[in-house]
């Protein structure tokens, strides 16, 4: 089975602060027919997730630009630039190449 | 409008039989996959298996002994049951969709003793 690791664990940050997760896959997520089925989710305090980006680096309809995703093979980068308020919460990397698997989450929280 | 909600029980007793069903609305099951996954309290997010839009199934290797997922396409519902429930399987359970676009509220369950 897939295993994603993300880190760091725990994301401490001011507002307006530039932040990156790591999400390593314990195997490659290249699909074979060309995606990488690497997604980028964040669950807010008492809410159900979130899609954020789609296929490594592709923005949702609806989220801020200051979100970027990136990266290839097994390593993969999600990006904050500048932090706002709303931004704060557990943010989770899921693959879809091999059935599903999620990392194990980064909080991001206020410094 | 995409929605997907999920209806079962608060508490389930320890060794039972977990029953719940996630009715979608604004897609059609056979257009999308529906997931499954878990998150106990405190903790992250499980993927625990899906209902392909063709009508198969997958499920995490952790659960599959005891896990069975399936459909009533005609009443748009997706259905998990999950056999001999430990207090290790208290969580909220959510139904997803659409890529993980879409999710339901969840259902917090709680095992007893």
């Known amino acids: 089975d897939v295993v994603l690791t993300q880190t760091p664990p725990t994301l401490s940050a001011t507002i307006g602060q530039s932040v990156s997760i790591s999400c390593r896959s314990s195997?490659?997520?290249?699909?074979?027919?060309?995606?990488?089925?690497l997604h980028w989710l964040l669950q807010r305090p008492g809410q159900s997730p979130q899609l954020l980006i789609y296929?490594?680096?592709r923005l949702e309809s609806g989220v801020p630009n200051r979100f970027s995703g990136s990266g290839s093979g097994t390593d993969f980068t999600l990006k904050i630039s500048g932090v706002e308020a709303e931004d704060l919460g557990v943010y989770y990397c899921?693959?879809?190449?091999?059935?599903?698997?999620f990392g194990g989450g980064t909080k991001l929280e206020l410094k | 409008q995409v929605q997907l909600k999920e209806t079962g029980p608060d508490l389930v007793q320890l060794t039972q039989t977990l029953s719940i069903t996630c009715t979608v609305s604004?897609?059609?099951?056979?257009?999308?996959?529906v997931h499954w996954v878990r998150q106990p309290p405190g903790k992250g997010l499980e993927w625990m298996g899906a209902m392909w839009n063709g009508g198969g199934t997958d499920y995490n290797s952790a659960f599959k002994s005891r896990l069975s997922i399936s459909r009533d396409t005609s009443k748009s519902q997706v259905f998990l049951k999950m056999n001999s429930l430990q207090t290790d399987d208290t969580a909220k359970y959510f139904c997803?969709?659409?890529?993980?676009?879409?999710w339901g509220q969840g259902v917090m369950v709680t095992v007893s003793s």
């Open positions: 899921v693959q879809g190449t091999h059935a599903r698997t």
């Open positions: 195997q490659s997520l290249l699909h074979s027919n060309g995606n990488t089925y």
């Open positions: 604004g897609f059609s099951l056979t257009t999308y996959n």
């Open positions: 997803a969709s659409l890529g993980f676009d879409y």
């Open positions: 296929l490594v680096s």
